[in-house]
């Protein structure tokens, strides 16, 4: 089983609706963060979070907004979704100790008609 | 702000061929450098990390990379590639408590 694991996969979903994106990881890391990787763009980072009462924006966060539920847990919402927000996510998540070494999830590809 | 530049978006090679991609950062202080490869449909993989110490790193799949301080350059190298390693390659920088990717170099390797 994989250490990091969201879902869903792959979303459809029309303008305006509300889409959750889950994340749970096994590994134990305080440290999550939800990516988006868009092409050419590279991954931009849209929040993070250091523990469970640690909330952080990221560079591209309007538009989204994050629950950290539990250590493993941390989820990405998309209050009102729109097209340009079509791409694919990634979670992933860090050990304690600050080397920047991420460990990243299979990625829920999203498409926003 | 820390900002990382991959020098090409595409690269196309020939099997055995030799591979460099460029990564240049900008940020003042002490620096974590990564290079992830992402293979076709799938996540994101640390292909190798430089932290401290000497700077010729080397990773998996006989990949290396040199962090050159003068120049804020990390690239990354390999001597023959494979048709295996068509893949999606993002170098990364950790200057402060976040990773900054760069753009990606997508390498298509004929064979």
């Known amino acids: 089983d994989a250490d990091v694991t969201q879902t869903p996969r792959n979303r459809i979903t029309k303008t305006g609706k509300r889409i959750m994106l889950e994340c749970s990881q096994t590994?134990?890391?305080?440290?999550m963060y939800w990516y988006r990787q868009d092409p050419g763009l590279g991954l931009r980072l849209i929040y993070y979070?250091?523990?469970?009462?640690?909330?952080n924006k990221g560079e591209i966060s309007d538009g989204y907004s994050v629950s950290r539920q539990a250590q493993a847990k941390f989820s990405l919402s998309l209050e009102s979704a729109i097209p340009n927000q079509t791409a694919l996510y990634f979670c992933a998540t860090s050990p304690p100790k600050d080397t920047g070494e991420l460990f990243f999830g299979e990625g829920s590809r999203l498409t926003v008609l | 702000a820390q900002s990382v530049s991959q020098h090409n978006h595409h690269v196309i090679l020939s099997e055995a061929a030799s591979l460099e991609l460029g990564c240049n950062y900008s940020?003042?202080?002490?620096?974590?450098l990564f290079w992830y490869v992402q293979y076709p449909g799938q996540h994101l993989q640390l292909l190798l990390k430089y932290f401290s110490g000497d700077p010729l790193v080397k990773g998996i799949k006989g990949f290396e990379a040199e962090f050159i301080k003068s120049k804020f350059s990390f690239n990354l190298r390999k001597p023959s590639v494979q048709w295996s390693d068509t893949a999606e390659y993002f170098c990364a920088v950790n200057g402060g408590n976040k990773l900054v990717f760069g753009a990606g170099t997508i390498l298509r390797v004929k064979s």
């Open positions: 590994k134990g890391h305080d440290r």
């Open positions: 940020y003042g202080g002490t620096v974590n």
């Open positions: 979070s250091f523990d469970v009462k640690d909330i």
